[in-house]
């Protein structure tokens, strides 16, 4: 299928590995010209490697290093892409834990990071897609929004207060053709679940291996998700064809959630 996006810019925030990199991979691979943005530089040059081989010849891609939940990082990926037709909102998630270790400095860092950051990214960028009459924004939440995790407390917290703000505003501005919706993974192999994983395992006392077989083992699917499948349906969600989807929570999961809504 032709996603009808080819030539369109898109910011994909924390490209450089794991989800944010599936969705760049996907998008460039439909031509879109991207700008991806993640703090190591080394890893950035090897993504934009990537990207570059997969997308079609004439396809920019660039990459910044800057850190997004800083106001200076801000500044400097949307100078590098400052009209986005498609923004994928991402950052990667506070620490687990136990919450009465928890420090209100720790709170305030989630709250930026997960909750405030996106919106920052949303205000800068959505007027100029209600302008265009074109514009689709991914936010890369967590499955944790529909079923929380019980040592991941900030992650919930934050990332549950961006999913109430994008449901109000999500409604507003479907009307002209810019939609936002929240991706919600489960069980993907990133580096983020190999330290969630570790971490339950250290709690625990047993080993990583052990903790991990338990984990895939809750799997309807029977397997760890692939960040490029994540991807796919990050691009699909941006296409020209999505544009009657809007304010939605898709939980991305191996049939983990066992909830009928």
Not at 112 to 119: F, G, Q, V
Not at 134 to 141: D, K, L, Q
């Amino acid at each position: 299928m032709d996603l009808g996006i080819a030539g369109k810019s898109a910011l994909v925030c924390a490209a450089s590995k794991g989800l944010g990199r599936g969705c760049a991979l996907a998008l460039a691979r439909e031509g879109v010209h991207v700008t991806i943005v993640a703090r190591g530089r080394e890893a950035l040059e090897a993504t934009a490697a990537e990207l570059e081989k997969v997308s079609p010849r004439g396809t920019a891609i660039l990459w910044v290093a800057a850190d997004i939940t800083a106001p200076e990082g801000r500044a400097a990926a949307l100078a590098a892409c400052p009209q986005p037709d498609i923004l994928v909102n991402n950052a990667g998630g506070p620490p687990p834990g136990d919450f009465r270790e928890w420090m209100r400095e720790d709170w305030i860092k989630a709250l930026d990071a997960n909750m405030l950051t996106p919106i920052e990214l949303i205000k800068a960028t959505v007027d100029g897609m209600i302008a265009r009459r074109f514009g689709r924004i991914v936010n890369i939440t967590s499955g944790a929004v529909k079923a929380p995790i019980d040592v991941l407390g900030l992650s919930n917290g934050a990332r549950s207060g961006l999913t109430g703000f994008v449901a109000g505003l999500a409604r507003k501005t479907v009307r002209h053709n810019v939609t936002i919706n929240n991706l919600l993974p489960g069980f993907f192999d990133t580096d983020r679940i190999r330290a969630v994983v570790g971490g339950q395992a250290k709690t625990r006392g047993i080993p990583y291996d052990e903790a991990l077989a338990e984990r895939i083992a809750t799997i309807p699917a029977g397997r760890i998700g692939d960040p490029e499948e994540f991807g796919a349906a990050c691009a699909w969600l941006c296409s020209a064809q999505a544009g009657f989807i809007t304010g939605q929570n898709w939980l991305l999961d191996g049939g983990a959630y066992p909830g009928t809504f």
